[in-house]
């Protein structure tokens, strides 16, 4: 009987069937066009006057930046918080992630064509 129990322990793992885990490189491209939007907004926008009331009116500087850098550094963190026990969402934040670029890009493409 021991040898029954131990061996059906000693075999369960190699029984075990292997779950595909999705990749979060496309998640993680996503999260670097997202950055990489804000940051060219922040370039853009630097010693401009700021007219978003989040970010405070006036003059964009050094709080500004900082404002901007934790309203996206946030989501994104809440979404690593996510992937990690959920990697199948991942689908769903690339396509916020882009979108949040995109709609970002609106800003510094009118601020240089000033």
Avoid: C
């Avoid at 922040?42 to 050094?62: C, V």
């Amino acid at each position: 009987m021991k040898t029954l129990v131990f061996g059906l322990l000693w075999l369960g793992p190699l029984m075990a069937q292997d779950v595909k885990v999705p990749s979060l490189t496309p998640w993680r491209i996503s999260v670097a066009a997202l950055s990489g939007a804000n940051v060219l907004d922040i370039a853009s926008s630097r010693g401009g006057y700021e007219l978003n009331p989040i970010l405070g009116r006036g003059s964009f500087g050094t709080r500004q930046i900082a404002a901007k850098s934790v309203l996206i550094a946030a989501p994104v963190l809440v979404e690593w918080l996510v992937l990690r026990h959920h990697p199948d969402k991942a689908k769903w934040f690339v396509w916020a992630n882009f979108i949040g670029a995109g709609s970002t890009m609106v800003g510094p493409v009118h601020n240089w064509r000033q």
